[in-house]
C-alpha cells in the first residue's frame, strides 16, 4: 500500500458541526483541538482498548490514539471476559471508557473520559495510509474472537465508496443505533462522517422514542444507520416521526415485509448494507425495489466453484466471503446465505437465512431463529427453533411453517421466549442460543 499521508479529518470544514452532543454541536475544529489534547495525556502504549459508548467520546479516542500512534482496540462487546481474553494478547495496551466495566483485569488504564475544552486548534494531523488504524475483531459466536486488522488508507477509501453510494455529503445529519466498535457503526458513524463532514449524534439511543427524539434534534437531511430489531421496533411503536431521508440497515437479514412496512410508517427508503468484518463493507441493495446486491465502487467479485472472493481499491489483497452468492451481470448478486449456515437434511440443504425468512413472515412471530446442532459427518440432525411468537404455541408455528418449507426442515424442538439474546449488535450468538435450548423452555417436543 502507498504510503501517502492522508489527513485525520479527510472532509475537515472547521466551524461546521461534526458531532450533535446533548451539551451542544462540536465542530471539526473544536473535535481537532480535544483530539490532540487528548493524545497528549493517554499513557505511553502501544495499544489501546476504546470502550467508550457515547459516540463522540469514541471518536475522540480514537483519534488520540491516531495522532499518538497507539492502535486501537475494538472488542465485539464491552463484556469484561471479552476484553480480558482479547488483551492477553496485548499486556502493555490500556483502556478508556466513558462508563465503569466492572471485572476488567488489565493493569493499565487511561481511566473514564470526558469532553474537555479544547484550546487552541492544532495543524491538521496526517497519517500514512498504511498505517495500521485499529484492529477489529469477529464477535467470537463460533470461537475466541480473531483480530482483522485495518489500515488508514483502506479506511479513508472504504468511507468515500459508502458515502458514494448512499449520497453522503456535509449536509447530511447521521443518527445510529449500533455500538461505534462494530465495524458497520464504525463506517457510518465515524469514518463516514471523518471522510464527508457529515454530522453525526453523540447518542447511541435504543428505544424507539429516543430514536425518533434523537432524528428530530438533528438537521435535515436526516440518516438512520440502524439494524432490523430496532427499525422493527420503530415501526411497531406507532409514533410520528420527523421526515427522514433514508433508513441504512445491516448486522442480520432484512425482512422485506418489514423494509416495506418501514418505508411506508417513516416516509422514507430503506437500503441495507453487505459485508463482513474482514472487507468492510462492499455492496448493497435497495431492500423493498430490487432483490439483487449491488457491489460498491472499484468491487470485484472472483468465483472459485461455489467460493466467492472480492478485491477493491480499499482492500488489500483478496478477501474470501463466507457467504454463497449467486453472482449476476452489470455487477450484481444474489445472496444465498452463509456457507456456515448452509444445512443438510434427510440429504436436502437450505440455508439457515432463507429457513429464518419463511419463519419470521407467519403471522405473529415477532423475532425468530433456526438453530442448527453440532454435524455429525456431512449431515446434521433436526433443527430447532427459538422465537417471540405471543399468542402461538408450536403447533401454531409448524402450521405456519407448512408448505413454505420442506417438512425435512420442520424443527423437531420450539423454544418460546420473551426476546431473543442479541447483541449490542443485533446478532445472534450462538451459544446463547444453544444455551435457551439446553435450558427448560416452552412448546418442547417433536415434529410431526
Known amino acids: 500500500m502507498p504510503h501517502t499521508p492522508l489527513p485525520l479529518l479527510p472532509g475537515f470544514q472547521a466551524d461546521r458541526p461534526l458531532f450533535l452532543c446533548h451539551e451542544g454541536p462540536v465542530s471539526h475544529a473544536d473535535f481537532l483541538a480535544a483530539a490532540a489534547a487528548l493524545s497528549r495525556a493517554l499513557p505511553a502504549s502501544d495499544h489501546l482498548f476504546n470502550l467508550c459508548n457515547d459516540r463522540h467520546l ?9 495522532i499518538r500512534g497507539a492502535v486501537s482496540l475494538f472488542p465485539p462487546d464491552r463484556l469484561a471476559a471479552t476484553c480480558n481474553d482479547i488483551a492477553r494478547d496485548y499486556p502493555d495496551a490500556v483502556y478508556v471508557t ?6 476488567l ?88 462522517p471523518f471522510a464527508t463532514g457529515a454530522r453525526v449524534a453523540a447518542s447511541r439511543p435504543f428505544f424507539p422514542a429516543d430514536i425518533r427524539n434523537a432524528l428530530a434534534r438533528a438537521p435535515e437531511p436526516r440518516a438512520l444507520v440502524t439494524t432490523p430489531l430496532h427499525l422493527g421496533a420503530c415501526v411497531d411503536a406507532g409514533l410520528d416521526w420527523p421526515p427522514l431521508e433514508q433508513v441504512i440497515s445491516a448486522t442480520a437479514p432484512l425482512p422485506p415485509a418489514l423494509a416495506q412496512r418501514a418505508e411506508a410508517e417513516l416516509s422514507t427508503r430503506v437500503c441495507e448494507i453487505y459485508g463482513s468484518t474482514e472487507s468492510g463493507s462492499i455492496a448493497s441493495r435497495a431492500t423493498c425495489h430490487d432483490p439483487l446486491w449491488r457491489w460498491y465502487d472499484s468491487v470485484e467479485a472472483h468465483g472459485d466453484g461455489d467460493a ?94 407448512a408448505g413454505r418449507i420442506d417438512p425435512v426442515f420442520h424443527p423437531r424442538r420450539i423454544v418460546l421466549v420473551d426476546r431473543l439474546p442479541r447483541n449490542e449488535a443485533g446478532k445472534l450468538p450462538r451459544d446463547a442460543l444453544l444455551a435457551l435450548l439446553a435450558g427448560d423452555g416452552t412448546g418442547t417436543g417433536s415434529a410431526h
Not at 466513558?98 to 471485572?103: K, R, T
Not at 429464518?356 to 440432525?381: W, Y
Open 58 to 66: 469514541f471518536a475522540l479516542a480514537f483519534a488520540a490514539a491516531l
Open 105 to 192: 483485569t488489565m493493569q493499565s488504564r487511561a481511566g473514564a473520559m470526558a469532553a474537555n475544552g479544547a484550546g487552541k486548534m492544532p495543524p491538521m494531523p496526517m497519517i500514512e495510509a498504511g498505517r495500521l488504524a485499529f484492529i477489529a475483531f469477529t464477535s467470537g459466536s463460533t470461537g475466541r474472537p480473531r483480530p482483522q486488522p485495518k489500515h488508514w488508507g483502506d479506511l479513508v477509501g472504504c468511507a468515500h465508496a459508502a458515502a458514494r453510494r448512499f449520497g453522503f455529503g456535509p449536509a447530511m445529519s447521521i443518527v445510529a443505533t449500533v455500538p461505534p466498535q462494530h465495524m458497520y457503526g464504525l463506517e457510518l458513524s465515524i469514518l463516514v
Open 308 to 401: 466467492v472472493s472480492v478485491t477493491a481499491d480499499f482492500i488489500q489483497g483478496r478477501v474470501p466471503l463466507a457467504d454463497v452468492l449467486e453472482l449476476a451481470p452489470n455487477g450484481r448478486f444474489r445472496l444465498l446465505g452463509r456457507t456456515a449456515e448452509m444445512v443438510k437434511v434427510g440429504g436436502k440443504r437450505a440455508s439457515l437465512a432463507d429457513l429464518n425468512q419463511k419463519l419470521n413472515a407467519i403471522d405473529g412471530v415477532r423475532d425468530g431463529v433456526f438453530v442448527a446442532p453440532e454435524p455429525e459427518g456431512e449431515t446434521i440432525g433436526r433443527l430447532a427453533v427459538v422465537a417471540v411468537a405471543p399468542g402461538l404455541d408450536r403447533r401454531a408455528i409448524i402450521a405456519g411453517l
Open 98 to 103: 466513558d462508563s465503569l466495566v466492572e471485572g
